[in-house]
């Protein structure tokens, strides 16, 4: 267990809608990743978000959005869903966000597989 | 823009054999890590070792260890001693070493070991 807590396991949607995934971190980490596993396009970058604040963006698309909130856990939001957001989400932590990796390896999360019909 | 390669879609190894994955990657940072996750099929991505490109020594952890060819641009995963559940996708990955850790995945290799 990784002790990144990801909710829903599963999102079952249809085209058009809009949904939020939740990620709470490891305890005592402050930095958390978004990134998406789909089949066509493998794992991606989204964005990080390092004790509250947004830190770097990856591919994220503008219908996506996140948040970090004070107690640190993290929400995606995506909306105006199409087929291609199918996908599994991770969130994922990590201690430090100045800290090299082999002191502060990502630490990932279940992910929430979003289904879009 | 950083490029992780793994040429190996899929791998069948006998049980307690050794096994290597392949990865090479390509970057024109001056620094970057390297690193080795494994995604059993039940989903979730498991950390399982990093290489700063600055190491002079290949990392090990346990089992796993990392063979670091810089001139090549290679960072081959190394299993000794295979066991029934390290069957699973395995994926390479690269990200600078200063910043965020927005790491580039290959496709993955996926590995079944057979009894």
């Known amino acids: 267990d990784s002790g990144v807590t990801q909710t829903p396991k599963h999102l079952i949607t249809a085209t058009g809608q809009r949904v939020t995934l939740r990620c709470s971190p490891r305890s005592g980490d402050l930095s958390v990743y978004w990134y998406q596993q789909s089949l066509d396009q493998g794992l991606q970058f989204l964005i990080q978000y390092y004790n509250g604040e947004e830190r770097a963006k990856g591919n994220i698309l503008e219908r996506f959005s996140a948040q970090q909130f004070p107690d640190l856990h993290s929400e995606l939001n995506l909306s105006s869903l199409e087929l291609g957001d199918s996908a599994l989400y991770f969130c994922?932590?990590?201690?430090?966000?100045?800290?090299?990796?082999?002191?502060?390896?990502?630490?990932f999360g279940n992910g929430t597989r979003l289904t879009v019909t | 823009a950083q490029k992780i390669t793994q040429t190996q879609p899929g791998m069948f190894v006998q049980e307690k054999e050794a096994v290597t994955l392949d990865c090479t990657y390509d970057t024109s940072d001056p620094s970057y890590g390297l690193f080795w996750y494994k995604q059993p099929s039940s989903g979730e991505m498991i950390f399982l070792i990093y290489q700063g490109s600055y190491d002079q020594q290949n990392a090990t952890e346990g089992r796993y260890s990392l063979n670091f060819q810089k001139a090549r641009k290679s960072a081959n995963l190394v299993i000794s001693a295979s066991q029934l559940g390290d069957s699973a996708m395995y994926f390479c990955a690269m990200s600078r070493i200063q910043g965020a850790q927005k790491l580039v995945f290959g496709q993955g290799t996926r590995l079944t070991i057979n009894p």
């Open positions: 994922a932590s990590s201690v430090d966000f100045v800290g090299p990796p082999a002191d502060s390896p990502l630490h």
